[in-house]
Nanobody, 115 residues
Framework: QVQLVESGGGLVQAGGSLRLSCAVS????????MGWYRRAPEKQREFVAT???????NYADSVKGRFTISGDDAKNTAYLQMNSLKPEDTAIYYC?????????WGQGTQVTVSS
């Protein structure tokens, strides 16, 4: 069974940085892509970033130039480096992975940016 364990969330001041991690276990086939979504209070979940098995990345316009997604195939882990954080980045961040066409979600990790 595929399981995702997220870590790295927390409280940070505006302008600060955090790095989220998403460790994937239970997949014999690796992942086809890994990514992050987020849900701010009273808002719908929104796309943040993805990275494919081949290393192609994609970002939401709101985080381009500030966030960097990367992957470690050996550890089956994805990372989201978040710099220049803004209060509007406050949300629960969810990791998603695709394994042979099936999506799996993490439990979420809270990121709070104070002004």
């Amino acid at each position: 069974q595929v399981q995702l364990v997220e870590s790295g969330g927390g409280l940070v001041q505006a302008g600060g940085s955090l790095r989220l991690s998403c460790a994937v276990s239970g997949s014999r086939f690796g992942t086809d892509f890994m990514g992050w979504y987020r849900r701010a209070p009273e808002k719908q979940r929104e796309f943040v970033a993805t990275i494919t098995r081949g290393g192609e990345t994609n970002y939401a316009d709101s985080v381009k130039g500030r966030f960097t997604i990367s992957g470690d195939d050996a550890k089956n882990t994805a990372y989201l480096q978040m710099n220049s954080l803004k209060p509007e980045d406050t949300a629960i961040y969810y990791c998603i992975v695709d394994v042979r066409g099936a999506n799996y979600w993490g439990q979420g990790t809270q990121v709070t940016v104070s002004s």
